[in-house]
Each structure stands twice: as structure tokens, then as C-alpha cells.
């Protein structure tokens, strides 16, 4: 029994210290003696963390859009590692399944409780909070609204937790066909309706072929033909395999592009966001 409640005493210095980066495993001897470390040992397991202490527990004033809620405190929330189609209002016109997202998340939360889990970043540019959503009960909001098929990946480092779990989601989604992955809106493209005269709004998939790999000072460049290009920041390009297994290769690429005068540029951050055909 002394050395369970060591092991307890232990887990609990540890969670402290490094919670967020380090596992805590469990040995048992030959003995029965039980130890924890943070260190792994051979035949040791990993003890689960202790759900809710690094997530935060807010009262929620109202749900702004699928990916978008507000606190009492008055604090703009974002969803990490998923993006909502737009829903209409004097800025913007509204994308199909915007409707649909909000609704959503507002069932999910109208008993007006949920727990944030952040990341790296803690804020983006516009001094929106950047978290993960938890229910009471535990469930994960931006894992399940991906896995409902009502929004999509879109993962921007140095935001990468639960990327694993968020891309498992969005293939069980997709694979049945659930919300914007059965809707025309969101059926692949090919480049070739990014041109001169007509361009493509919001989140869409793309379908090219790479052809040849240029470099600039911030972005790697594949280029998919003379108007089109996909562009990768440098100091994200130790997250993807080698670049040349992408040349010559079938793509389906998502996300959005930009245009400048006739030509597009789609910027990827994360490879979850290049599919291998």
C-alpha cells in the first residue's frame, strides 16, 4: 500500500511539473512492488492522465458559427485543427453546411458549460482564443463535429495535438459520406476551374499533378501548372515527407486558394491537407 500511495504522490509532482509533454508509467516487480516514474522501464505501462486538469471550465454566452463560440467573459473562442463553411451575414455569403455546423454546436452546448484545452497557441492574429472544446461528459467537440461530416481539417502548426485523432474522424466521415463530403458543393475540382476569369471561394478539394518544386525565401513551391501552385512555409517543412514523392504523382489538395492577378496559390501548413490519390 505505501508504494500505491508514493506512486500517487508521484503522479501528482509530476503532473505538476510536465504534465502537457511527459507520460507517466507504472512498474511492477517481482515482488508486487508497485513504482512510477516518468521515465519508461521495461514492462512498464503508461497511466492514464487524469482527465479535466489542464482544461478550463467556461460558461458559454453563445455559438457564433460552427467553428466560432463566445463566453460570458466575453472571449471569442475558435475550434483548433477544424474549419466550418461560413453562414451568411453582412461581410459574407453564407457556404453550404455553414447552417448546419452552427446548429450543431448549438445543441451540443445548450446546457452553456464546456471545458478548454489550448495548445501551443493560446491566441491567433484576430486575439481569438485557439482551444479545444470538451463537454462535461468528456466528449471532444472538435473531433465530433469532424466526424459528423459538418467540418473539415484543418490543422495549422504548432497546433498539432489530437491531429491523429482529428484525421482518423475526418476519413471515418468522409468514407460514409456524412455532411459536406455528399454535397456537389464540396465534389473535387480540377485546377483547371482556377483561371483568369472565374476562381474558386472558400474550402474546396483540388485535383492536380505537380510538376516541379521551386523555392523562395519563406515557401516551398509545387508547382501544379503556369497559374497554379501550392505553397509550403519553410519553417513547416519538417512535418512533410520529402517533397519530390509528391512530383508526378495524383493530388487531391485542400483548402483555399488565393489569387494574385491571374495567378493561385493554395497554402498548405500540415500534410493532412495533401491526399495521395
Sequence with gaps: ??????????????????????????????????????????????????????RYKHAVAKVYDGDTIVLKNGERVRLLGINTPEIESRHRQGEAG????????????????????YD???????????????????????????????????????????SDELTKAEIDAQYD????????????????????????????????????IKYSRKYVRLILNKNVDIRIPKDNLDLFPELTEYLGRSLEIRGWASRTKSHFSILVRHPSAIILL
Excluded: C
Excluded at 511492477?28 to 505501462?45: A, C, L, R
Excluded at 492574429?125 to 479545444?132: D, F, I, N, T, V
Excluded at 473535387?188 to 476569369?197: A, N, V
Excluded at 474558386?200 to 499533378?209: C, K, V
Design 1 to 54: 500500500m505505501k508504494y500505491i500511495i508514493k506512486g500517487l504522490i508521484l503522479i501528482g509532482l509530476l503532473m505538476q511539473a510536465n504534465f502537457l509533454v511527459a507520460d507517466i508509467f507504472r512498474s511492477q516487480d517481482d515482488s508486487g512492488n508497485v513504482s512510477f516514474s516518468d521515465i519508461q522501464s521495461k514492462n512498464s505501462t503508461v497511466v492514464p492522465p487524469a482527465v479535466g486538469s489542464y
Design 98 to 117: 455553414g447552417q448546419l455546423a452552427k446548429k450543431w454546436l448549438q445543441d451540443k452546448l445548450q446546457q452553456g458549460q464546456v471545458f478548454l484545452e
Design 120 to 162: 501551443q497557441q493560446q491566441r491567433d492574429k484576430y486575439q481569438r482564443l485557439l482551444a479545444h472544446l470538451f463537454l462535461p461528459s468528456g466528449e471532444h467537440l472538435n473531433e465530433s463535429i469532424i466526424h459528423s461530416g459538418l467540418a473539415t481539417l484543418t490543422i495549422i502548426p504548432p497546433n498539432l495535438r489530437y
Design 177 to 212: 459520406g456524412r455532411g459536406i463530403w455528399s454535397m456537389t458543393e464540396y465534389q473535387p475540382l480540377s485546377i483547371t476551374s482556377l483561371s483568369k476569369e472565374k476562381g474558386s471561394s472558400g474550402w474546396q478539394r483540388f485535383l492536380a499533378t505537380p510538376i516541379e
